[in-house]
């Protein structure tokens, strides 16, 4: 398979391929701009099968057609948080051996001063204003930066887009996504494009997504929800990306009635700032029927306060870095149970192909209700962690990734996170999960949002 058709599986040419604020960008037109730009890569900037190139952007319409050109040319992407300082940055362009970054001008200082004897070669740069008819308010304040040493991303666009897309081997990696480093340093999960084709898929099929449907940029897409569940999925299923640079409440309200977004999935705080908008009673989201939430625990609470007012019900997913997104998902229509004991909704059942089972810590099977570590296996699991052969090994057994997470099935093989192993509190030698009271917080009218530490 080579990269051409990797990007655009489902995907035709005719019609628009972004919708950025408000201005629909054709298929066609990004499509010529990604080949454009693997033409660039291959022959001005030397990019070669195999070599990492780091995508420090927003969600704007240059991330996937860089993604593309990447893939194109059978590079390899390691996707960059934009808040990331200088040595976080420095750690990942390290560590991933990239030898071209692509940025916003705007985060070009940041850059050079991490850049200093890592393999970086060479930086192109582009701006959130570029590609727009008209800047909309919500980038008011925003301007062009200088960026001495480094390329135009519009000059490398601009020019011929010859030369054929490399052959793509489905077990390769396609990317190289950094883990928060939660529970130490940053490590680079190798994401292969069969992982991110079947994921794609996968969403694809839960949503029966297709003509007609909008794709709503929720997640950055700089993490993996947003790399998978929304541009991925949106080139799968051939439905339009709706990007606006950053997350904004007020903003993707506006343009979800703008452009009758159907479908999106981000983590609960999103749906939660957008109840909080005072414009949420104004706004006609009648045509976002197909949502879901995950990255972060989903209270029974928000779900029933996002249904009253939208009518739509939001339907609980979960999965890790590891397993390029969702491992799990509530089926589309059907209503998460909720856990007794716990009062805990449910994130589902396994995808197509996948398993998950819940092994105690004497190494044993669970019985149905009984916690313990959540281990998954399926397509879409990693093959291990980027030249990091010691954590692969602690991590990844006969193709099962141990995901650190404790949870329990039930007898209907429905899956209810519990927690993290590492954040169990001892109270007086008893054990606490910062979930379970966060559940009771949540619960309370006056209590937009909770978090529970030791």
Not at 130 to 150: I, K, S, T, V
Not at 412 to 441: C, H, Q, T
Request: glycine share 12%; with cysteine.
């Amino acid at each position: 398979m080579n990269g051409d058709e990797l990007f655009g599986r489902g995907a035709g040419a005719e019609g628009p391929a972004f919708l950025y604020f408000e201005t629909a960008i054709a298929a066609a037109e990004a499509a010529a701009q990604a080949r454009s730009l693997a033409a660039a890569l291959r022959g001005e900037l030397g990019l070669r099968a195999g070599d990492r190139v780091a995508l420090m952007l927003q969600n704007v319409p240059q991330f996937p057609i860089a993604l593309h050109a990447v893939w194109r040319c059978g590079g390899v992407v390691t996707p960059v948080n934009p808040m990331n300082r200088e040595r976080e940055l420095r750690h990942q362009l390290l560590d991933s051996g990239a030898r071209i970054v692509v940025c916003l001008e705007s985060l070009f200082p940041v850059l050079a001063a991490a850049r200093e004897g890592t393999p970086v070669e060479h930086v192109v740069t582009t701006s959130e204003l570029e590609l727009l008819e008209e800047a909309p308010p919500a980038l008011a304040g925003h301007q062009r930066h200088q960026c001495p040493g480094a390329i135009p991303l519009a000059d490398l666009t601009a020019g011929p887009g010859g030369g054929r897309a490399a052959e793509i081997e489905l077990d390769s990696p396609a990317l190289i996504t950094y883990t928060s480093g939660t529970t130490g340093v940053p490590k680079g999960a190798i994401n292969t494009h069969r992982a991110i084709i079947h994921n794609a898929e996968a969403m694809t099929a839960w949503g029966s997504l297709g003509r007609g449907d909008v794709t709503v940029a929720m997640a950055p897409l700089f993490h993996i929800t947003g790399l998978v569940c929304h541009l991925a999925t949106a080139r799968a299923s051939g439905t339009p990306l709706l990007l606006l640079h950053r997350f904004d409440a007020g903003e993707i309200l506006r343009l979800i009635e703008r452009w009758r977004g159907t479908y999106s999935i981000g983590p609960l705080t999103a749906y939660v700032a957008m109840l909080e908008h005072p414009q949420i009673g104004e706004r006609d989201l009648s045509s976002l029927t197909k949502a879901a939430s995950g990255g972060a625990p989903v209270y029974a609470g928000a779900v029933e306060r996002w249904q009253r007012t939208t009518g739509t019900y939001l339907h609980n997913t979960y999965g890790l870095t590891e397993t390029a997104a969702p491992s799990h998902l509530v089926p589309f229509g059907a209503r998460a149970p909720v856990d007794q004991a716990t009062g805990a909704l449910s994130v589902g059942r396994p995808i197509a192909d996948t398993e998950s089972r819940i092994v105690r810590e004497d190494g044993a099977e669970a019985a149905p209700g009984e916690e313990g570590e959540i281990l998954t296996r399926g397509p879409a699991v990693t093959p291990g962690y980027w030249r990091r052969p010691e954590e692969t090994a602690a991590a990844l057994a006969d193709g099962w990734l141990r995901t650190g997470d404790v949870g329990k099935h039930d007898e209907g093989g429905w899956l209810y996170l519990v927690d993290r192993i590492k954040d169990m509190i001892n109270v007086s030698g008893f054990k606490v999960w910062p979930r379970e009271v966060e559940d009771a917080l949540f619960r309370h009218p006056a209590v937009a949002d909770a978090a529970v530490v030791g």
